[in-house]
């Protein structure tokens, strides 16, 4: 049983682990037009605004469960609970960092950009390399506990 919690919270967590590192890699925004980051942004909200924050509560949530099946392990249950602080860390980074930039791009003319536009796109990038980094730091916690032997399972 432990060892399907144990799946299901690493992959869950290394899907959205992936997703940012990409972006965070992958996708600079500081070198685009206006026109263009508003087009991609846009699409990027689209695809993910919803889905990353689903999978990220379930990483969480599996882990917490994780946590709870590992109590009889203290070091393991510990390290799992410290790494579901940090992705619930990344949700609140998610939540009150990038989501309120989010619906206010969401409403722009791709064409026509506001003048604050860049500001915005900086403050963005700002949580998001932040939260990019918290959510690479939690799925390394989890990935570890879950090495760790149980006396259990």
Not at 7 to 16: G, I, P, S
Not at 40 to 61: D, E, F, T, W
Not at 111 to 123: E, I
Request: aromatic content about 12%; hydrophobic content about 60%.
């Amino acid at each position: 049983m432990r060892w399907v919690v144990d799946f299901l919270a690493v992959l869950l967590a290394a899907l959205v682990a992936g997703t940012t590192f990409g972006i965070l890699f992958g996708y600079d925004p500081a070198g685009i037009s206006g026109p263009a980051y508003v087009e991609v942004q846009q699409g990027a909200i689209r695809g993910l605004n919803v889905l990353i924050p689903v999978l990220g509560g379930l990483a969480i949530l599996f882990t917490l469960i994780d946590a709870f099946l590992s109590r009889a392990v203290p070091g393991r249950a510990w390290l799992l609970l410290v790494a579901a602080c940090f992705l619930i860390a990344a949700a609140a980074i998610t939540r009150f960092g990038n989501q309120p930039i989010n619906a206010v791009v969401i409403t722009w003319d791709a064409q026509a950009p506001p003048a604050q536009w860049s500001a915005l796109r900086d403050q963005w990038w700002h949580w998001h390399v932040i939260r990019s980094w918290v959510t690479v730091g939690g799925l390394v916690l989890l990935v570890i506990a879950t090495q760790m032997k149980a006396q259990r399972d």
